[in-house]
């Protein structure tokens, strides 16, 4: 498993199959889909924090919420630090907006 930052955590998921940050307390798996093992372009990363799924994330920087876990504010932060480390600070996209009826 890669050592990462949460800035760099999804991009070396892609190069590394697997990537880890915070003491890895979140962790990044890249997945392809079963019907189509080859095709790059729908690989998906899964970040999870602790052991919930929180968030997937394909190649073009599509940002899907999976699960709100029960982590506090503080971790959620990190959501924000993910998805700006991968799409930048106009792509970035935060915990409540993705989870606002949990938050």
């Given at each position: 498993m890669k050592q990462s930052n949460l800035s760099n955590l999804v991009a070396h998921a892609f190069m590394h199959g697997e990537a880890s940050a915070s003491a890895k307390k979140?962790?990044?798996?890249?997945?392809?889909?079963?019907?189509?093992p080859e095709g790059l372009g729908r690989q998906?990363?899964?970040?999870?924090?602790?052991?919930?799924?929180?968030?997937?994330l394909t190649r073009t920087g599509e940002v899907t919420a999976v699960n709100p876990g029960w982590g506090s504010s503080t971790d959620r932060s990190g959501v924000r630090k993910i998805t700006a480390g991968y799409n930048g600070p106009d792509g970035s996209v935060?915990?409540?907006?993705?989870?606002?009826?949990a938050a």
């Open positions: 979140w962790r990044a798996v890249c997945r392809w889909p079963s019907d189509d998906v990363v899964e970040v999870w924090h602790f052991r919930t799924h929180l968030i997937s935060g915990y409540r907006e993705l989870f606002e009826d």
